[in-house]
């Protein structure tokens, strides 16, 4: 197995109870990701990243969920739904500081995508800066802009 991942942290004004919300709110995601996360996030559930249109764009399964302190999810492409040598691991933990939440990200298992790692390498660290400025300021950034 290789041992290639993606950590990325992040520091956000606020408290782990908001930026958990902001993480799975349907809403909330559509506002700095552009794409709606939708799942009940209960450990066992099916959860599907969708475009505007109710399509999935990624899908995947809550492995583990600690409100409001970590989110483990598998992460794939729909087509590669049923093949689990495809699921990638995104591993998401919180923690408050003062006045202020530790977002820490752990994305790994890309032995059978390895195209998929320098992917969410420009992209995750575009997602959360996003949502570091909508809850800080009430803006979201332009996640995509220059690609």
Known sequence: MSDEKFVYAIYIAGTAEKVWNALLDPKFTREYWGYDNVSDWKPGSAWEHRKADGSPLLVGEVLESVPPRRLVLTWADPKDKGNPARKTRVTIELQQI??????????????????????????????????????????????????
Do not use: C, Y
């Open 98 to 147: 003062e006045d202020m939440v530790q977002l820490s990200l752990t994305h790994d298992r890309f032995d059978h995508v390895p195209d998929l790692l320098p992917r969410i390498a420009s992209g995750w660290p575009r997602v959360l800066s996003s949502l570091k400025s909508l809850l800080e300021t009430g803006k979201p950034l332009n996640t995509w802009a220059g690609r």
